[in-house]
Protein backbone atom coordinates (compact mmCIF):
# COMPACT_ATOMS: atom_id res chain seq x y z
CA UNK A 1 0.00 0.00 0.00
CA UNK A 2 1.22 3.33 -0.72
CA UNK A 3 -0.15 6.82 0.69
CA UNK A 4 -0.01 9.79 -2.02
CA UNK A 5 0.22 13.46 -0.29
CA UNK A 6 0.12 16.39 -2.72
CA UNK A 7 0.48 19.98 -1.09
CA UNK A 8 1.95 23.41 -2.62
CA UNK A 9 -1.56 23.98 -4.21
CA UNK A 10 -2.82 27.47 -3.86
CA UNK A 11 -4.41 31.17 -6.04
CA UNK A 12 -2.20 32.37 -7.77
CA UNK A 13 -2.15 34.74 -10.93
CA UNK A 14 -1.69 34.15 -14.02
CA UNK A 15 1.83 34.15 -15.21
CA UNK A 16 3.12 33.15 -12.12
CA UNK A 17 4.49 29.90 -10.92
CA UNK A 18 3.86 26.99 -8.42
CA UNK A 19 5.48 23.81 -7.61
CA UNK A 20 3.51 20.91 -6.22
CA UNK A 21 5.23 18.31 -3.94
CA UNK A 22 3.74 14.40 -3.69
CA UNK A 23 4.94 12.91 -0.96
CA UNK A 24 5.10 8.99 -0.40
CA UNK A 25 4.92 6.58 2.06
CA UNK A 26 7.25 3.00 2.17
CA UNK A 27 10.55 2.44 1.01
CA UNK A 28 9.95 1.73 -2.93
CA UNK A 29 9.32 4.94 -4.26
CA UNK A 30 11.76 4.17 -6.88
CA UNK A 31 10.07 1.17 -7.68
CA UNK A 32 6.89 2.99 -8.76
CA UNK A 33 5.89 5.34 -12.12
CA UNK A 34 4.86 8.40 -10.67
CA UNK A 35 2.06 10.77 -12.77
CA UNK A 36 0.17 14.22 -12.33
CA UNK A 37 -3.29 14.24 -13.53
CA UNK A 38 -6.04 17.36 -13.05
CA UNK A 39 -9.26 17.46 -12.76
CA UNK A 40 -11.22 21.39 -13.30
CA UNK A 41 -15.09 21.74 -12.49
CA UNK A 42 -16.96 19.89 -14.96
CA UNK A 43 -14.22 18.13 -16.72
CA UNK A 44 -13.06 14.56 -17.34
CA UNK A 45 -10.07 14.10 -15.17
CA UNK A 46 -6.79 14.40 -17.66
CA UNK A 47 -3.15 13.62 -17.86
CA UNK A 48 -0.57 16.27 -17.02
CA UNK A 49 3.18 14.56 -16.89
CA UNK A 50 4.55 11.12 -15.90
CA UNK A 51 8.08 10.55 -15.04
CA UNK A 52 9.94 7.02 -15.17
CA UNK A 53 11.08 5.04 -11.99
CA UNK A 54 14.58 6.46 -12.07
CA UNK A 55 13.46 9.83 -13.07
CA UNK A 56 15.21 9.84 -16.67
CA UNK A 57 12.49 9.65 -18.81
CA UNK A 58 9.31 12.15 -18.63
CA UNK A 59 6.42 12.63 -20.94
CA UNK A 60 4.24 15.60 -20.72
CA UNK A 61 0.85 16.63 -22.08
CA UNK A 62 0.86 19.00 -24.56
CA UNK A 63 -1.25 21.63 -23.13
CA UNK A 64 1.52 21.76 -20.19
CA UNK A 65 4.29 21.65 -22.27
CA UNK A 66 7.13 23.85 -22.02
CA UNK A 67 5.32 25.33 -18.96
CA UNK A 68 5.32 22.51 -16.80
CA UNK A 69 8.03 19.96 -15.65
CA UNK A 70 7.53 16.86 -13.43
CA UNK A 71 10.81 15.30 -11.37
CA UNK A 72 11.32 13.49 -8.61
CA UNK A 73 13.78 12.51 -5.73
CA UNK A 74 13.88 9.32 -4.75
CA UNK A 75 15.71 9.81 -1.91
CA UNK A 76 13.05 12.28 -0.04
CA UNK A 77 10.05 10.08 -1.62
CA UNK A 78 9.06 12.58 -3.46
CA UNK A 79 7.51 13.65 -6.88
CA UNK A 80 7.17 17.45 -8.32
CA UNK A 81 5.29 19.02 -10.74
CA UNK A 82 7.34 22.80 -11.65
CA UNK A 83 4.61 24.88 -13.23
CA UNK A 84 5.30 27.92 -14.70
CA UNK A 85 3.34 30.46 -17.14
CA UNK A 86 0.11 29.77 -15.34
CA UNK A 87 -3.10 30.39 -17.06
CA UNK A 88 -6.67 30.72 -15.85
CA UNK A 89 -7.04 27.38 -17.57
CA UNK A 90 -4.73 25.40 -15.41
CA UNK A 91 -7.35 25.83 -12.91
CA UNK A 92 -7.60 22.39 -11.74
CA UNK A 93 -7.88 19.67 -8.35
CA UNK A 94 -4.19 18.42 -9.03
CA UNK A 95 -3.42 14.96 -8.09
CA UNK A 96 -0.37 12.34 -8.37
CA UNK A 97 -0.65 9.05 -9.03
CA UNK A 98 1.57 5.81 -8.76
CA UNK A 99 2.10 2.34 -10.34
CA UNK A 100 4.13 -0.55 -9.84
CA UNK A 101 5.44 -0.67 -12.79
CA UNK A 102 8.18 -0.02 -15.39
CA UNK A 103 7.32 2.25 -18.17
CA UNK A 104 5.56 6.19 -18.76
CA UNK A 105 1.95 5.99 -18.38
CA UNK A 106 -0.22 9.00 -19.74
CA UNK A 107 -3.55 7.23 -19.08
CA UNK A 108 -5.72 7.09 -15.63
CA UNK A 109 -4.73 3.16 -15.16
CA UNK A 110 -2.37 3.73 -11.85
CA UNK A 111 -2.54 2.19 -8.91
CA UNK A 112 -2.79 4.45 -6.20
CA UNK A 113 -3.70 7.80 -5.84
CA UNK A 114 -3.35 10.86 -3.54
CA UNK A 115 -6.28 12.86 -2.04
CA UNK A 116 -5.12 16.34 -4.78
CA UNK A 117 -4.64 19.99 -4.19
CA UNK A 118 -6.03 22.77 -5.22
CA UNK A 119 -4.97 25.22 -7.70
CA UNK A 120 -6.37 28.16 -9.13
CA UNK A 121 -4.77 30.92 -11.16
CA UNK A 122 -7.09 34.45 -11.69
CA UNK A 123 -6.81 36.51 -14.46
Known amino acids: QVQLVESGGGLVQAGDSLRLSCATS????????MGWFRQAPGKEREFVATISRSGASTLTAPSVKGRFTVSRDNAKNTVYLQMNSLKPEDTAVYYC????????????????WGQGTQVTVSS
Open 26 to 33: GRTFSSYT
Open 97 to 112: AAKGAAGLLATSSYDY
